[in-house]
């Protein structure tokens, strides 16, 4: 599966985003999807993910400010990102995975074995 992320931009802190992630290929709705991010100078960052059930999980730091969510009909998972702070400025990546980690794994950017090329979001104080 290929994907292509979409959506970054400059904003203010407290504007929101939502970030649109297109898949190719078949069976899109077998996949767990997520979201990860990489800011300046620091390690890649598990956001959210959503698994083929539905179920959502999310980094503490984005919790009752993001939302996962996925489209299985028009192949596609997004990140609406609102209240936005500085400190989500980053790189911000889509992965994809067929079928589903177990839980305890779910957050770990390896279990993820396809990747888009990532939008930025920059976000101003």
């Known amino acids: 599966v290929q994907l292509q992320a979409s959506g970054g931009g400059l904003v203010q802190a407290g504007d929101s985003l939502r970030l649109s992630c297109a898949a190719s290929?078949?069976?899109?709705?077998?996949?767990?999807m997520a979201w990860f991010r990489q800011a300046p100078g620091q390690e890649r960052e598990f956001v959210a993910t959503?698994?083929?059930?539905?179920?959502?999980y999310y980094t503490d730091s984005v919790k009752g400010r993001f939302t996962i969510s996925r489209d299985n009909a028009k192949n596609t998972v997004y990140l609406q990102m609102n209240i936005l702070k500085p400190e989500d400025t980053a790189l911000y990546y889509c992965?994809?995975?067929?079928?589903?980690?177990?839980?305890?794994?779910?957050?770990?950017?390896?279990?993820?074995?396809?990747w888009g090329q990532g939008t930025l979001v920059t976000v101003s104080s």
């Open positions: 992965a994809a995975t067929m079928g589903n980690p177990i839980l305890s794994a779910n957050r770990r950017a390896n279990m993820y074995h396809y």
């Open positions: 290929g078949r069976a899109f709705s077998s996949y767990a």
């Open positions: 959503i698994r083929t059930s539905g179920f959502t």
